[in-house]
């Protein structure tokens, strides 16, 4: 049976039999991965708490036909500041949710997958009221369908924008505007994002913007994959989730925000 050796984020587990899990995680060279960790629920396991959501890990794999076998596996980051926060948890759960929904397996996605490793050390150690939405904005320009800025989507006239439908695949004029009303601060915050500005703008304090922002974003993440986000939805509102009572002065990441956060910031 062929090994491979590739780095992973845990994104869910399932019981399989009274031993097993079958574990799903996203990975940079072999896309979204299911593999079976043989005896992990048993007390004396050395794969343990290795393979649980929201672990960062390198690992040797079996190749199956169907489900991949976990033969060796190693904690890179166990994210404890998010663990540990109730209020962290919905935000970091969400990601790992939309992921598993987009990924293909064994699609590579070195991209999406720095993305996402990113955005989980961003939110383990400087969490930003724009960090979600910045996410879900940039996994959807990842996936194809980002949204319409720079002009209407509806009419193509540049100018003031208003307005946002998801249908119609971004924002929209004035006269054209139907859907959600939108602020002229959303509108450059997302601009700020999508256009080289990830830095700063995880940088800003808790705002309206920010919230609108990260509303729309999981509105127009629904749309595209025609399904519910169970993790964003569970007890408050997203736009308040873990925003209320951070300090905007916390301690700057130690690792290059470029990469922190939603990723590259191209």
């Given at each position: 049976?062929?090994?491979?050796?590739?780095?992973?984020?845990?994104?869910?587990?399932?019981?399989?039999?009274?031993?097993?899990?079958?574990?799903?995680?996203?990975?940079?060279?072999?896309?979204?991965?299911?593999?079976?960790?043989?005896?992990?629920r048993k007390?004396?396991?050395?794969?343990?708490?290795?393979?649980?959501?929201?672990?960062?890990?390198?690992?040797?794999?079996?190749?199956?036909?169907?489900?991949?076998?976990?033969?060796?596996?190693?904690?890179?980051?166990?994210?404890?500041?998010?663990?540990?926060?109730?209020?962290?948890?919905?935000?970091?759960?969400?990601?790992?949710?939309?992921?598993?929904?987009?990924?293909?397996?064994?699609?590579?996605?070195?991209?999406?997958?720095?993305?996402?490793?990113?955005?989980?050390?961003?939110?383990?150690?400087?969490?930003?009221?724009?960090?979600?939405?910045?996410?879900?904005?940039?996994?959807?320009?990842?996936?194809?369908?980002?949204?319409?800025?720079?002009?209407?989507?509806?009419?193509?006239?540049?100018?003031e924008l208003?307005?946002?439908?998801?249908?119609?695949?971004?924002?929209?004029?004035?006269?054209?505007?139907?859907?959600?009303?939108?602020?002229?601060?959303?509108?450059?915050?997302?601009?700020?994002?999508?256009?080289?500005?990830?830095?700063?703008?995880?940088?800003?304090?808790?705002?309206?913007?920010?919230?609108?922002?990260?509303?729309?974003?999981?509105?127009?993440?629904?749309?595209?994959?025609?399904?519910?986000?169970?993790?964003?939805h569970q007890?408050?509102?997203?736009?308040?989730?873990?925003?209320?009572?951070?300090?905007?002065?916390?301690?700057?990441?130690?690792?290059?925000?470029?990469?922190?956060?939603?990723?590259?910031?191209?």
């Amino acid at each position: 049976m062929a090994t491979y050796r590739d780095e992973g984020v845990v994104l869910r587990t399932m019981r399989l039999g009274e031993a097993d899990r079958i574990v799903t995680l996203a990975t940079p060279e072999h896309g979204k991965v299911r593999a079976v960790a043989k005896g992990i629920r048993k007390t004396k396991s050395r794969l343990g708490g290795r393979l649980e959501p929201l672990t960062h890990v390198t690992m040797i794999c079996w190749r199956g036909r169907e489900l991949d076998v976990v033969n060796q596996v190693e904690a890179i980051e166990h994210f404890k500041a998010i663990r540990g926060d109730l209020e962290r948890v919905p935000v970091a759960m969400t990601m790992l949710e939309v992921v598993d929904q987009v990924a293909l397996e064994r699609h590579p996605m070195p991209e999406m997958f720095r993305m996402l490793v990113g955005a989980l050390r961003t939110l383990e150690e400087r969490p930003s009221p724009a960090l979600l939405g910045s996410f879900l904005w940039k996994l959807l320009v990842m996936e194809g369908v980002g949204p319409s800025l720079d002009q209407c989507a509806v009419c193509g006239l540049e100018g003031e924008l208003v307005a946002f439908d998801a249908g119609e695949g971004g924002f929209l004029c004035r006269s054209c505007r139907r859907g959600q009303a939108v602020g002229a601060e959303t509108v450059s915050l997302i601009r700020q994002v999508l256009g080289g500005g990830l830095r700063a703008a995880l940088d800003q304090p808790p705002s309206r913007a920010a919230a609108e922002a990260e509303r729309l974003a999981m509105v127009a993440t629904e749309y595209h994959l025609d399904r519910r986000v169970r993790s964003a939805h569970q007890g408050t509102e997203i736009s308040t989730a873990g925003w209320q009572g951070w300090s905007n002065t916390s301690s700057p990441a130690t690792r290059p925000p470029a990469d922190a956060g939603a990723g590259a910031t191209g």
